[in-house]
């Protein structure tokens, strides 16, 4: 038994519903270009790739798979985030996907383009109200997924949503293997997204020592949420950093921001008056209040430490629970092909044991 084409597949013209999400400092062209080519469908990272080189990315991309059916995840919070509007409508890209949303003009003009709106949501009302914006399709993430992420979990979000919306729904959060497909297409959904997965891969440009650091933790427990960073739900595997955060006081947890800070202003060319009145704006709050201010801004800064330099305990280190369950480095394309095949034969057990129970209910009525 094949797997059913879905609005997913039918829309973003993927051989498989699997979508391979967008995460800072990970999902470059390279792991885009594998997701393509194994059949699945991509997200460069638009967030972490510095402005000038966006554009140079998105051209590797289909020069690699000779194909613009991938998509780009951006944040409308971003200096560059009409820059980001502007080459996903130049460039012909199938979707973009984002968290904090463009307004409804952006979303218009970008769907009269051609491209798929795909935003990503942690909540009920959130999924809702990107539906009344002019969402093509909706990810759903459960609070078993890594990063910043809601507190329901996927098997109550995605009912939930499905029975809320009209648009197709997208699972994510605790997907890894096919059984989870199999399961996100019984309940209704159009497919699956998953970045911790993809992550953990041998195609990720994920430096060895993090994904070291990755492939030790054998717990869902020791990948807590904290709200540390900036204040919000940020699911991140326990480390140095975080416990550091965690530990220190307002004032000291301001110095931590202040330095990772400094750093970000001269990796993106702000100028001290800029960066000035960014603090004073932020200090009319408490300290505590600034340094989440801070931290929320430079939080590039943080994914760099573990996601370039390889130093897993310095920064923060995003992941789902799913991690927990993962044990080796496999290419992107064993990957899907392991999960389409096991989703496959899941969906085959289930469609037999549904006719041996007919077969079975027919043989009872007749004698």
């Not at 971003?78 to 409804?104: F, K, M, T, W």
């Not at 999924?127 to 507190?151: F, Y």
Request: glycine share 10%.
């Amino acid at each position: 038994m094949s797997l059913p084409a879905t609005p997913l597949t039918e829309r973003l013209g993927c051989r498989y519903p699997i979508v391979q999400t967008a995460m800072g400092w990970v999902s470059d062209a390279g792991l885009v270009a594998a997701t393509t080519r194994a059949g699945g469908f991509g997200f460069l990272a638009g967030a972490t790739i510095a402005p000038e080189s966006l554009e140079a990315e998105i051209l590797k991309v289909i020069e690699l798979t000779g194909s613009h059916r991938f998509g780009l995840n951006f944040h409308m919070f971003q200096s560059n985030a009409a820059d980001c509007v502007e080459l996903a409508i130049r460039h012909r890209l199938a979707a973009v996907s984002y968290g904090r949303g463009p307004d409804a003009a952006t979303v218009a003009r970008l769907k009269e383009a051609g491209v798929l709106c795909i935003p990503t949501v942690g909540a009920l009302k959130h999924a809702v109200k990107a539906e009344a914006m002019g969402a093509d399709m909706i990810t759903i993430q459960g609070s078993e997924g890594g990063g910043h992420t809601g507190s329901v979990p996927s098997t109550i979000l995605l009912p939930q949503v499905l029975d809320s919306v009209k648009v197709p729904v997208i699972a994510a959060g605790g997907f890894s293997t096919g059984r989870g497909l199999a399961a996100a297409l019984a309940a209704g959904a159009a497919g699956i997204a998953m970045g911790t997965r993809f992550l953990m891969t041998s195609n990720s440009p994920t430096p060895a020592s993090t994904l070291e650091r990755y492939l030790a933790v054998e717990d869902p427990a020791h990948i807590k949420v904290s709200l540390a960073v900036d204040g919000m739900r940020h699911r991140m595997i326990d480390n140095a950093f975080i416990r550091q955060l965690e530990e220190a006081g307002p004032l000291r947890r301001l110095l931590i921001a202040l330095r990772s800070a400094r750093r970000w202003q001269r990796e993106t060319g702000m100028t001290h008056r800029q960066a000035l009145g960014i603090l004073r704006r932020a200090l009319r709050e408490d300290p505590a209040a600034l340094a989440q201010t801070v931290m929320a801004a430079n939080q590039p800064v943080l994914l760099q430490h573990s996601m370039v330099e390889g130093r897993a305990e310095a920064g923060i280190l995003p992941s789902g629970q799913v991690a927990a369950s993962i044990n080796s480095l496999i290419s992107v394309e064993e990957l899907i092909e392991t999960i389409v095949n096991d989703a496959e034969r899941c969906l085959a057990r289930l469609s037999l044991a549904r006719q041996e129970t007919a077969e079975g209910s027919t043989t009872a009525e007749v004698n």
